[in-house]
């Protein structure tokens, strides 16, 4: 297994290329499968979840071909609307291809995710609504069993999820009638599911609101071409590494507009931001951080997905901050790791107390997952001294080329063999 040597305690400076979102790739190569068709996909970031959703739909009867970030699906001949516990096990976005199948096969045997890193991550929000459509779902042996032909209803989803919005999304594609969602996942990735949708001719309703309306039936054109959005937490991640290490780095590709909550964030920390169309660019001049409390939300609230890298920056504040995930309660598994850099932080349930100190000092250090593995990066490129990153396969999971991009901003960071 790879691992990261970083020394510390430089200052990053540069522009960097933001990948295309991992979280909105995911879900538009499962809906490929609705109907037979070919379809090119832009700006697909090369990581290994996205190679393990092609394995998953050249198993399900796919041809993908991948290169320099444009995958060309063609699903005419998908003909096995079944998900291994093999391929689940490694990526619970496989998931997703439960819509789909229900949409083009009116079956789907799927196995049920196990959990993750820090803890259970159940799906009862994607089998209730699929059975409130009409389907008959089963588990056995690990598996979820689902079938039958899905009529339009109304479903509300008590806490809002990403994952099942776009699982009853797609499964409504072709339900009979219409299909509404209340408390509808907001972020940007299913914005973007429902814009690669609406291209397809879905009659979707509501976009970008916690409110959707799917019309189904309406025949989907055999495969589109379509650009896949810049991904956020990639550029949010960026942004921290310069403000953490008062750097000046400029992010090409990126949308300010799905970064607000993380850019006022780090105002108030005291760094300076400047934004263009599609440029981000972070500067720390007063080589500062204020301690800032924060919340994690659903979008258009900060991310769970950059609480761990958050955490970092934090933990060399000028003060004493309080961070909550409200998303995850036990996404902390990084708290342990940060603390071999020397940071001060307690946990009590889902609040970490951190207690900023001038100097974290490099250190080994073990991911956990992918953005454990981020925040970790962050703190390793902020320390002084040598840090080791073990268990990296984590970070290549949901950074396309990080040590290459880091390099590039004049981080000193090495991949070696274990
Ligand atoms: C997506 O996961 C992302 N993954 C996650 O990013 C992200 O952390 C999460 O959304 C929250 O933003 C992908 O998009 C591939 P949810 P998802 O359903 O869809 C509970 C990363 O690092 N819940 O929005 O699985 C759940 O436990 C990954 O890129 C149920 O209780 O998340 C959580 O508390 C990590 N029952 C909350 O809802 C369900 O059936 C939000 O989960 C579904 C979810």
């Given amino acids: 297994m790879d691992k990261f040597i970083i020394h510390g305690g430089k200052s990053l400076k540069g522009e960097v290329s933001i990948s295309g979102a991992k979280n909105a790739a995911l879900p538009i190569m499962a809906a490929t499968i609705i109907e037979p068709g070919e379809y090119i996909l832009h700006n697909i970031p090369n990581l290994r979840d996205t190679l393990t959703m092609k394995r998953l739909l050249e198993m399900i009867g796919a041809t993908v071909n991948y290169n320099n970030n444009t ?230 609230g900060f991310p769970t997905d950059l609480q761990a890298q958050w955490i970092a920056l934090m933990t060399r504040a000028d003060g004493h901050s309080i961070i909550i995930d409200d998303i995850y309660t036990d996404r902390f598994t990084h708290l342990a790791e940060l603390s071999r850099f020397g940071a001060h932080i307690q946990l009590t349930q889902n609040r970490a107390e951190i207690y900023g100190i001038d100097k974290l000092r490099g250190a080994p250090v073990m991911s956990t997952d992918i953005r454990a593995s981020a925040s970790l990066i962050l703190a390793a490129l902020a320390a002084e001294g040598k840090s080791e ?14 040590e290459t991009k880091l390099k590039a901003i004049r981080a000193d960071i090495d991949r070696v063999k274990a």
């Fill in 71 to 300: 995958m060309e699906i063609n699903t005419v001949d998908c003909d096995t609307p079944i998900a291994p516990y093999e391929l689940v096990k490694t990526m619970r976005a496989s998931f997703y291809v439960l819509g789909p199948f229900m949409s083009r096969f009116g079956e789907a045997q799927v196995s049920l995710p196990g959990g993750c890193a820090w803890g259970p991550r159940p799906v009862d929000f994607h089998l209730k609504a699929l059975e409130q459509m009409g389907a008959s779902v089963t588990l056995s042996d690990g598996m979820i069993h689902a079938k039958g032909k899905l009529a339009g209803v109304h479903i509300h989803f008590d806490k809002s999820s990403v994952g099942a919005t776009g699982n009853v999304v797609m499964a409504a594609v072709y339900a009979e009638g219409i299909t509404t969602i209340s408390n509808a996942a907001m972020e940007p990735e299913i914005v973007a599911l429902c814009d690669f949708l609406t291209d397809l001719g879905t009659d979707i309703n509501g976009i970008g609101t916690d409110t959707l309306a799917i019309t189904g039936g309406n025949k989907l054109q055999n495969g589109v071409e379509f650009n896949n959005i810049p991904d956020r937490i990639e550029a949010g991640t960026f942004l921290l590494a310069g403000a953490i290490t008062n750097g000046e780095i400029t992010l090409l590709n990126a949308d300010p507009d799905h970064l607000k909550v993380v850019i006022d964030s780090l105002k108030q920390a005291g760094v300076t931001i400047e934004t263009g169309r599609d440029w981000v660019k972070v500067t720390n001049p007063s080589k500062k951080i204020n301690p800032v409390n924060m919340v994690t939300a659903v979008y258009p």
């Fill in 389 to 402: 990153i073990s268990r990296i396969y984590h970070i290549d999971r949901g950074y396309e080329n990080i």
